[in-house]
């Protein structure tokens, strides 16, 4: 292996070691519901959707804050077009409670 290569090689694993240091990787758009992947620049009416938060989930939420980690926060979910509007109806629900209401719902049994 030539410097030029080693130089790199260090380099990108610097890089690799900083985002696993800081938990800087979030989930994937992957819908909660039909598990489709999706782009969430490029999908019209996919996103995140911010649910009622639980006890349970503040405190986790409180815990990652507190020790500075990232990660993808308690009580938001990904949905894809399809799902994202009827998701939206249900975010004064915690998510424990509403993805089930959401897969239940009417439109999408249709």
Not at 11 to 25: A, K, T, V, W
Not at 39 to 44: I, L
Not at 46 to 59: C, R
């Amino acid at each position: 292996m030539g410097e030029k290569h080693k130089i790199v090689c260090v380099y990108l694993c610097s890089i690799l070691l900083n985002i696993f240091e800081n938990q800087l990787i979030m989930r994937p758009p992957i819908c909660a519901i039909c598990r489709k992947r999706f782009s969430p620049r490029k999908a019209n009416g996919s996103g995140l959707v911010y649910f009622k938060l639980s006890e349970e989930e503040k405190a986790r939420n409180d815990r990652m804050k507190e020790k500075r980690m990232k990660g993808h926060p308690s009580g938001r979910e990904w949905f894809c077009e399809e799902h994202y509007s009827i998701a939206q109806k249900y975010n004064h629900l915690t998510r424990g409670e509403a993805i089930p209401e959401i897969k239940n719902h009417k439109e999408i049994q249709d």
